[in-house]
């Protein structure tokens, strides 16, 4: 059995969202549920009991019939949730007005915003006026290519009021893989910043648009939105107007929320598109809003005034579980730039000058903080931090001890795992529970997970695929010009028929938890016996020499063999002394299978734009195939060191 790192307080588990919503399910429907497990087995085995009691909890704001919450049960997908009820997505994040601040946002230069809910309701208010009076539509499809800005949320609202569809990236994928991601959904109106920033230095964003621009003829207006409003870009081009000329002709009026069916459209995200041209994944209304609810509200315990954060780009499902932090009467944090800018303390000096509640970053950070020898609890404040999440990779054993010995004792570490394909969890967070080492606390309320073996049993305790049996609210409404779901169909429901797989390798702890070790399509699988990643990385990159590894699998000889790849620290380098230690590191803790048969140094790992490391690219450079899709990478420049190399001819 792993570790007890952390146990709520009496005081703590009695004043959580959790324990007054059992406390709702028990007395509405005479049942018993003294603790995580009951609730959340009543919450499979009553799913829409239970979907129902959170909408009454969350205060969801719309117009819902009680005659059915849940429309073809059992098909998946094809089920239908809440099929009679209309809401506005908008109306339910805009719910805060007043003085209290809304969104506080930080760029790594210092340029510094903050909206109260009354500003941004009146942002909101002139945004719809102008972006109506342009011609929007419901079932429009309007884009972000814009960094972490307040501005960034307010158009998304008034994207969503007016029941058009939002759909983002960050301004750092360049022309064709923005090109790869708008081209396929047509927009009609273009929101872009004039720049943002980045380890100091200026990108100036101008050129960029009207590249993009030229090849997005459905694009009838390019609104542009000034990062520093004291010091913008000066806006060119007729096609291109800025934000303040775009709603100077509107004063902020009350907002007319007009109801959309439950499922209208919301979101179209992104899959990562390293393996192709990236799927476009359409999210609806009231499942991204009651999946973030629960989330915010039961999963990880956020209260009205809270202070929440997550560091995220627009171009990660992340930005859009945070924006719906405003349901929960949150105050959010927004930053914009590098984490390590001017050093790995600016996340955790934003925590403290802002009196942070929620703490949320990736796993890699807290590695690379863990790694720069970072003490921040020594040198900041972070008392007012009640919850740390994780989540982009698996948070590995020794990166929860880092979190408790140097950042804060008194936390809840609530790694979390769901993805694009659901924008929400699988498994996340409990409040009302401990926290063991290296496993996520819980699988999430409502999500009737398993783990498959290959022949489609259940099991705990060993590696399998993640899968969900019954449905959820935030399965995609489809895929973008899928009209038979024909696509949809294949990426989930193709290996075990009415079954969500997800394509995680996982195991169901003992303790009701889970650990992650990578993407199944990512095991190795070296004499037949498939090996998650994420074991040899928590075990290699403990070694002081070792900054960074990926590992893929190399076929070879009828069979596959281990290829590890690391990038070393300054003043290291790749010797047989240190490939002795790699070996004997992984044989002593994991099983010989485990050891590499090639280990070899790079200078850099390619990575996706929200942090991930590649290995299905690197496995494809490696064995000479053409990886389609290097603009969906920050760094593609970094696969050209796994290109012919000599060392795996042998």
């Known amino acids: ?342 050093d790995g303390n600016s996340l955790f000096e934003f925590a403290d000058k802002s009196q942070m509640t929620h703490l949320g970053t990736s796993a890699k950070f807290i590695d690379a903080a863990k790694n720069a020898n970072l003490i921040p609890g020594e040198i900041h404040d972070l008392s007012s931090i009640r919850t740390l999440m994780s989540t982009g990779s698996p948070l590995v054993p020794e990166s929860f001890d880092y979190i408790y010995q140097n950042i804060k004792s008194d936390i809840c570490v609530s790694s979390i795992s769901g993805g694009t394909d659901i924008v929400g969890c699988f498994v996340g967070g409990n409040p009302i529970g401990p926290v063991w080492r290296g496993e996520i606390q819980a699988v999430c309320l409502g999500m009737d997970v398993a783990v498959y073996d290959d022949g489609g049993q259940s099991i705990v305790g060993e590696l399998g695929e993640l899968v969900c049996l019954k449905p959820f609210p935030s399965m995609p409404v489809g895929f973008w010009n899928d009209a038979k779901d024909e696509r949809y169909r294949a990426a989930y429901f193709e290996r075990f028929p009415c079954v969500w797989c997800h394509g995680d390798w996982v195991a169901l702890t003992e303790n009701g938890g889970m650990i992650i070790q990578g993407r199944s399509d990512a095991t190795l699988n070296p004499g037949g016996v498939r090996i998650g990643t994420a074991e040899i990385y928590s075990q290699v990159e403990q070694l002081e020499a070792v900054e960074e590894a990926i590992a893929v699998g190399q076929d070879w000889e009828g069979d596959a063999r281990i290829i590890l790849f690391l990038r070393l620290r300054d003043g290291h380098s790749l010797d047989d002394v240190l490939i002795d230690q790699v070996k004997t590191q992984i044989r002593a803790n994991l099983t010989p299978r485990h050891v590499p048969s090639k280990i070899l140094a790079v200078p850099d790992i390619p990575r996706t734009k929200s942090g991930k490391i590649t290995e299905l690219a690197v496995r494809d450079v490696i064995h000479g195939r053409v990886v389609r899709n290097t603009e969906a990478l920050a760094n593609p420049g970094a696969l050209d060191h796994f290109r012919d190399l000599i060392e795996l001819r042998s």
């Open 1 to 342: 059995m792993s570790k007890k790192l952390w146990q709520p307080d009496p005081a703590r588990i009695a004043a959580s969202n959790l324990t007054k919503f059992i406390a709702t399910v028990e007395a509405r429907w005479g049942v018993s549920c003294p603790d995580y497990a009951a609730l959340h087995q009543w919450s499979v085995d009553q799913s829409e009991n239970f979907w129902l009691t959170l909408w009454d909890f969350a205060g969801v704001l719309g117009d819902r019939p009680d005659d059915i919450v849940l429309r073809n049960p059992n098909q998946m997908p094809g089920a239908v949730f809440f099929p009679n009820a209309r809401l506005n997505f908008a109306e339910n994040l805009l719910r805060n007005r007043g003085d209290i601040p809304a969104l506080i946002f930080r760029g790594e230069t210092g340029v510094k915003r903050t909206l109260t809910g009354e500003d941004l309701y009146n942002l909101v208010s002139r945004l719809t006026q102008a972006m109506r009076e342009a011609g929007i539509q419901a079932g429009d499809r309007v884009a972000g290519y814009l960094p972490n800005l307040p501005e960034s949320i307010a158009a998304m609202l008034a994207t969503a009021n007016l029941g058009a569809v939002w759909s983002s990236c960050s301004p750092d994928f360049g022309t064709q893989g923005v090109l790869d991601r708008f081209g396929q959904i047509e927009p009609k109106l273009l929101f872009a910043a004039d720049q943002y920033f980045y380890n100091g230095r200026a990108i100036d964003c101008t050129e960029r648009i009207d590249e993009v621009c030229k090849k997005l003829p459905t694009v009838q207006s390019v609104v542009i939105i000034p990062y520093d409003t004291e010091n913008p870009v000066a806006v060119k081009g007729s096609a291109k107007v800025g934000l303040a000329q775009f709603i100077e002709e509107y004063d902020a009026v009350e907002i007319d929320f007009e109801r959309f069916e439950f499922n209208h459209p919301l979101y179209i995200l992104f899959s990562s598109g390293t393996t192709g041209v990236p799927k476009c994944i359409v999210h609806g209304a009231g499942g991204t809003l009651i999946q973030h609810l629960k989330d915010h509200l039961l999963q990880t315990d956020v209260k009205p005034g809270d202070r929440v954060f997550y560091f995220t780009t627009l171009g990660w499902m992340m930005w859009n579980w945070l924006v719906s932090g405003l349901a929960a009467e949150a105050t959010l944090l927004l930053y914009d730039g590098s984490p390590f800018y001017p």
